[in-house]
């Protein structure tokens, strides 16, 4: 259990560190750890490979003109 919740942990401060939410001193401390453990090398590995992947191959649908002033003009009344 207290594995578990130490790669929750670790977890969570990679989410942290990939959307650059860190500290120095935090970051530094995850890329030793991930450096030393190869559990959280592997989650570390893992979530940049897959945030990759999403930033990478998503299409993202662009909006039209309509309708974007159509959203302006109700946010407007």
Do not use: W
């Not at 650059?20 to 530094?28: A, I, R």
């Not at 890329?31 to 299409?59: V, W, Y």
């Amino acid at each position: 259990m207290k594995q578990n919740n130490y790669l929750d942990h670790f977890s969570h401060q990679v989410n942290l560190y990939l959307d650059n939410e860190l500290s120095k001193e935090d970051e530094k401390d995850l890329l030793q750890r991930a450096g030393s453990d190869p559990n959280c090398s592997g989650l570390l590995t893992h979530e940049a490979s897959f945030r990759d992947l999403i930033k990478f191959n998503m299409k993202r649908s662009i909006a039209s003109v309509e309708l974007i002033d159509n959203i302006k003009s109700k946010i407007k009344k």
